[in-house]
C-alpha cells in the first residue's frame, strides 16, 4: 500500500496555539479558546474540480451506491482526534466536526465520485435503487499524530474496502488510499486544514480504485 505524503501549503494553514492549548486531557488542561478566535466546527470537504477535462471521462455505464464508511477505534463521532507521543487517544478541545465522521467521509466520497463523473449516478444506501456497484469503506487511521509536544502532528488517514456487484454481491477488488499531512502550525484551524487534504489525497486513491475495477467489470461482461 503506497502512504502519500503530502506537504501544504503555507495558504492552507495559521499560526496558533501550544499542544496544551489545544487539548483537555483528564479535564485539567485549560482551553486557549479565548486567545485564538477561531471556529469551533470543521467541515470536511472535496477537493476543488482541478479544472474542466480536455476530453470527457470514460464512464463505467452504471451507477454505484456507497455505504456509510466504518468507523471505529475512538475516531467516531464529531471530536478530532489526536494521538500523543505515548500512544494515548485524545481529542481537540472545543474542536468539533460539523457532522460525524463516518458522515463526513462519505460526503466526501460521494462528491468526488460524483465530479470524476465515471459513474451515471452516486447513490446512498438509504437509496430505495440498488446501484450497479457498491461500494464499502472502512477507517483505519484518522488522527492528528504528535511525535514531539513542542511540534505540530501529522495528521494520518488510512481508508480501504471493497467493490462488488450490486446484484450478486460478487467481489471485485479491493479499494485503498493513504495519506499523511503536516500540519503547519499547532492551531485548530491548521490541524483540521491537514486533515482536510489528507481526506482528499486518501479519497482519491479510493475512488480512483472503485473506478478501475468498475471498468474491468464492464470489459469482462
Known amino acids: 500500500m503506497n502512504i502519500h505524503r503530502v506537504v501544504m501549503n503555507p495558504r492552507q494553514a495559521v499560526r496558533g496555539a501550544s499542544l496544551a492549548g489545544l487539548l483537555l486531557l483528564a479535564g485539567c488542561l485549560p482551553d486557549f479558546q479565548a486567545r485564538e478566535p477561531v471556529p469551533d466546527t470543521f467541515l470536511l470537504v472535496a477537493a476543488p474540480l482541478a479544472g474542466a477535462a480536455k476530453e470527457p471521462p470514460a464512464t463505467a455505464g452504471g451507477s454505484i451506491t456507497l455505504r456509510l464508511p466504518t468507523v471505529r477505534g475512538g475516531w467516531e463521532g464529531t471530536r478530532v482526534p489526536v494521538r500523543l507521543a505515548d500512544g494515548r487517544l485524545e481529542h481537540i478541545a472545543e474542536a468539533r466536526w460539523a457532522r460525524p465522521v463516518d458522515e463526513g467521509l462519505a460526503a466526501v466520497l460521494t462528491d468526488t465520485l460524483r465530479a470524476h463523473g465515471v459513474f451515471t449516478a452516486v447513490l446512498s444506501d438509504l437509496s430505495p435503487f440498488p446501484g450497479r456497484w457498491v461500494l464499502e469503506v472502512e477507517v483505519h487511521e484518522f488522527s492528528a499524530v504528535y511525535t514531539s509536544p513542542d511540534q505540530p502532528p501529522t495528521v494520518q488517514v488510512a481508508l480501504s474496502g471493497t467493490l ?52 474491468a467489470d464492464v470489459a469482462v461482461r
Do not use: H, P
Not at 499523511?180 to 487534504?197: G, H
Open 164 to 215: 462488488g456487484r450490486g446484484r450478486d454481491r460478487t467481489v471485485l477488488g479491493t479499494v485503498a488510499g493513504t495519506a499523511e499531512v503536516d500540519a503547519r502550525y499547532n492551531s485548530r484551524t491548521a490541524i483540521a486544514a491537514a486533515f482536510n487534504l489528507a481526506v482528499q489525497t486518501a479519497v482519491a486513491a479510493v475512488t480512483a480504485d472503485a473506478e478501475r475495477l468498475a471498468r
